[in-house]
């Protein structure tokens, strides 16, 4: 089960994500995130610290979200990425275009 949690709107979006994000919940995930950008368009920060699984189709969704926000002029920021999840976004270089933390 995931959980994506708006925990802040100040200057940036705070996105808390917990659980796991597979293909199965994928399109939850993304359908939640948008609502709030959409809602209040601003830079994304995702909490990741709770966030214990995600699969490639999660990663083509951080993809998508990526895309969507930087042709608005913002950007993401993952934080708190456990290593194993680090490791399947260096691993599909996405570390060099995206900032993790």
Not at 25 to 51: E, G, P, R
Not at 52 to 73: P, Q
Not at 92 to 97: G, S
Request: charged share 25%; with cysteine; aromatic share 8%.
């Amino acid at each position: 089960m995931q959980q994506v949690k708006l925990i802040s709107a100040d200057e940036k979006l705070v996105i808390a994500l917990s659980g796991e994000i597979d293909s199965a919940t994928v399109d939850d995930f993304y359908t939640q995130v948008n609502a709030i950008y959409v809602h209040d368009k601003k830079d994304i920060v995702f909490d990741c610290s709770a966030l214990t699984f995600i699969d490639s189709t999660t990663l083509g969704t951080f993809v998508k979200i990526f895309k969507h926000l930087k042709e608005d002029g913002h950007t993401f920021i993952l934080r708190n990425v456990q290593p194993r999840i680090k490791k399947l976004f260096q691993i599909c270089a996405l570390d060099t275009i995206m900032e993790i933390d």
